[in-house]
């Protein structure tokens, strides 16, 4: 078991500049988790996959945000036009579907910097 | 609305010494509970959760957290601190209807001073 993998775990851009983030989560987990932290702050949802299929979105995403799960596997969160405000971690999560209140882990965080 | 508050930004306490960071909630029915823990730089680690009985549980690195349903609170404890606890501490809910989202609070610094 190697964990939830984030990658790349520290990106800075320009404005206006589109990024990609990548997570693989624990092999056996079938629902996926984004979410973004900012300084001072706990993170936020944002998005969530039950094996390839998005299952809600939160209003933090917008339009500039898509989030996909291809296969059911991997998860790619792409932010198109960066803007300043979109600077923060990213964190993916992963957990199993059995099971009582089933523990969300989470990968290492991918940080957004847009200068 | 669901809300999860850490009253206390920062606590500190001295090596050797208990310690107890504070959590309490407003979330309808009864829910999940959780405590991760945050070092610099770094991803969150999950502690401890409470789903139904005991009400105090145990978790990772020695910490207990302790619900209490009347006060809906959920503090986390560890009864000897370590200078290698000093982190970012976060208590999280969820709705036992719903299988995903996880609400945080606003973390909460612990101090361990040797």
């Known amino acids: 078991d190697t964990g939830v993998s984030q990658n790349p775990r520290h990106k800075i851009t320009k404005r206006g500049q589109n990024v990609t983030f990548r997570c693989d989560p624990i092999?056996?987990?079938?629902?996926l988790y984004w979410y973004r932290q900012t300084l001072g702050q706990g993170p936020e949802f944002l998005t969530y996959?039950?094996?390839?299929?998005?299952?809600?979105k939160s209003r933090l995403l917008s339009d500039r945000f898509s989030a996909e799960r291809p296969k059911g596997s991997f998860s790619t969160l792409e932010i198109q036009r960066t803007e300043q405000g979109d600077s923060a971690m990213y964190l993916c999560?992963?957990?199993?579907?059995?099971?009582?209140?089933?523990?969300?882990?989470f990968g290492e965080g991918s940080w957004l910097t847009v200068v | 609305a669901q809300s999860v508050a850490q009253p206390e930004d920062q606590v500190n306490v001295a090596e050797g010494n208990p310690l107890t960071v504070k959590c309490t909630y407003s979330?309808?029915?009864?829910?999940?509970l959780f405590w991760y823990v945050q070092y610099p730089n770094r991803g969150l680690q999950f502690l401890l959760k409470?789903?139904?009985?005991?009400?105090l549980v145990k978790g990772s690195y020695g910490f207990e957290a302790e619900f209490n349903k009347s006060q809906t609170s959920f503090h986390l404890k560890k009864p000897s601190a370590l200078v290698s606890d000093s982190a970012l501490y976060f208590c999280?809910?969820?709705?036992?209807?719903?299988?995903?989202?996880?609400?945080f609070g606003s973390g909460t610094r612990l101090l361990v001073r040797p």
């Open positions: 999560a992963s957990s199993s579907e059995t099971g009582v209140g089933n523990t969300i882990y």
């Open positions: 092999s056996e987990h079938n629902r």
């Open positions: 996959f039950q094996n390839e299929a998005q299952l809600e």
């Open positions: 979330v309808s029915g009864n829910p999940y």
């Open positions: 409470y789903i139904t009985g005991d009400n």
């Open positions: 999280a809910v969820r709705h036992r209807d719903s299988s995903y989202k996880l609400i």
